[in-house]
């Protein structure tokens, strides 16, 4: 069995700017920090799944059909039922939701149980948070997305290691393409 998601990670840069912010929120509300390279937003959650299925997960992907676009992370909050601090979108965009909506559907088809929780993008950067009072200010941030991953991860004596096994360019021509699937 190997742990699998499919998931979008942000430019370095990026990723290095929330991780310098959660390291400010931390003072307000103890936990721990997501390291850089670690940050991504979880777009669709396998869980344990048979490594014989590996290939299909990949198929089902291959199929997805989604366009480029920008994710603004403009509001950061904190979630108390599981002590999450995470930054995302005011509003999700289309394009991102339709990723998701999208790549939930083919793996639906290929017959891989997802949640049916609403998809809600976002990012953690900090666990095991206390409700902060007040937190510092959101850096610009800027995440272009043109790709997707499937990722596993590998729970260790360290925590959780990720490791890419594939990664889905999107492609601007997609969205016309689907018309003609
Ligand atoms: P750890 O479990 O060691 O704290 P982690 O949660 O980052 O680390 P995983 O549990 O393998 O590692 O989860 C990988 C990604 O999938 C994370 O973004 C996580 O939030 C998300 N995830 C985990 N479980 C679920 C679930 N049941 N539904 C939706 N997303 C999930
Ligand atoms: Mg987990």
Sequence with gaps: MVRLFFAIWPPAATAQALERWAEGARRETGGRTIR???VHLTLAFLGETPAQRIAAAIGAARRVRAVPHRLPL???GHWAHNRILWAGPREIPAALEALAQSLAAELARDGFALEQRRFAAHVTV???ARAPHRLPPLPALE????EFSLVRSTLDAAGSRYDVVERFPLSAKSGENSFFP
């Design 36 to 38: 850089a390279a670690a």
């Design 74 to 76: 403009e509001e950061a």
């Design 126 to 128: 900090l666990r095991k």
């Design 143 to 146: 995440w272009p997305v043109e």
